[in-house]
Every structure is written in structure tokens, then in C-alpha cells.
């Protein structure tokens, strides 16, 4: 077991920091380590302990449930930054709903926890990032490079039919996304790349 997963353990008693959801004899919620995206870098704690239905509707904005939500009414009132911002983004995706509006309205945050908590909040057109056939690309896809690409401040050539495993979205450009081109770290075209099967 690593280190932060013991302590995230430790630190939770061993639940959800978020719906308070824990392993049973019946039910396994399959808590994992969530790194909190948009963290600032001098920032030392940045993960929370997540049940899986947590972690699949934090990474998926469709799949999100709202009454599965009612629980941060408990866990808005953690000490743990971490915890405070993805409930305030997750009450803040919701607040179209009514009900999260006074909950933030009564969260208390300290002033550079809640500037975290707002800069990993989308407001605006949302950006969508779709490959040369028009497919959405998500955060952990596969893509396979189309034509050879020089890439910029080196002399590395992405070639024609390489893949790109486990690609990351740049958050503020439709066009762009990330990955690694053998071991460097690359920012792609979208234009310039197919979306793959993760087995491929």
C-alpha cells in the first residue's frame, strides 16, 4: 500500500471524503486516491479518498446524479482543503439545481482555498476537444498520430501511426492535448490525431 493511500485511510477513517460511502461485508465502493485537478503547486495535500461512484461522476459531468450529491451537506464542513474544493466545484456544478446554492452560501473556506476551488471551475461555452474524425476526446483516451509532426524546441519527429496512451486535455484550448511521444511529454493537434481503443 503506498504511503498517501495510508494515509488517506488514516485521515478518513477509511470512508469516502465525500459521501461518506465505506466498505462492507454487502457492498464494495472500491475507495481509491483522487487527485484534485487545477491544484496549485505549492500546495502539499492535493488528493482525497473517493468511492468509485465519486470518482466516475467527478471525471464524467454526464453521469453526474445529483441526489447521490445530497451528502456534501455533511461534507462540506471538512477541515481538509482538498475535500472543501471539490465539494464547492461539485455544489457549483449543481446549482442549477437550487438546493447547492445555499450550501455554498454557508461554506466556510479560507480566501487561497476557495481561489483554488474557482480556478478548476469551467464557466463559459464548455471546451470540447474531438479528434480529425470528429470523435470527443477525454482525459485517459488513446490516439494514434495521422502525419509526421516536428515537434517544437526539439529535433524529435512524432511519426505517422504512433500512439498516445493516456493523453491529458489542455483546459483552456479545444484544439490541444497532451501525451507522451516515447519519453517526452508533447502538446498535439487534435486535427493531427485519431481517437484509438484503449486495447489498441
Known amino acids: ?50 468511492c468509485e461512484t465519486c470518482r466516475t461522476q467527478l471525471e464524467d459531468p454526464e453521469k453526474v446524479d445529483s441526489n447521490h450529491w ?7 464542513w471538512s477541515p481538509v482543503p482538498a475535500v472543501q474544493v471539490v465539494v464547492y466545484r461539485m455544489l457549483d456544478q449543481l446549482r442549477g439545481e437550487g ?3 445555499d450550501l455554498i452560501e454557508m461554506m466556510y473556506m479560507e480566501e487561497d482555498t476557495k481561489q483554488w476551488a474557482e480556478d478548476g471551475i469551467q ?11 470528429g470523435n470527443i476526446l477525454q482525459r485517459g483516451d488513446s490516439v494514434v498520430i495521422i502525419k509526421d509532426l516536428d515537434v ?4 524529435l519527429v512524432a511519426k505517422r501511426g504512433t500512439p498516445v496512451r ?35
Open 123 to 133: 464557466r463559459g461555452p464548455q471546451i470540447i476537444h474531438k479528434d480529425v474524425n
Open 1 to 50: 500500500m503506498s504511503d498517501l493511500r495510508k494515509q488517506l485511510e488514516d485521515r478518513s477513517g477509511n470512508i469516502c471524503e465525500l459521501c461518506a460511502a465505506a466498505d462492507t461485508l454487502e457492498t464494495k465502493v472500491n475507495l481509491d486516491i483522487y487527485e484534485v485537478p487545477d491544484s496549485p503547486k505549492n500546495v502539499k495535500d492535493t488528493a482525497i479518498l473517493a
Open 70 to 76: 445530497r451528502a456534501l451537506n455533511d461534507s462540506m
Open 152 to 155: 517544437k524546441g526539439s529535433s
Open 99 to 101: 438546493w447547492p446554492v
Open 166 to 200: 493516456n493523453i491529458s486535455l489542455v483546459r483552456d484550448n479545444a484544439n490541444q492535448i497532451e501525451g507522451r511521444v516515447g519519453p517526452t511529454q508533447v502538446v498535439l493537434l487534435t486535427q493531427f490525431v485519431k481517437k484509438t481503443s484503449k486495447e489498441e
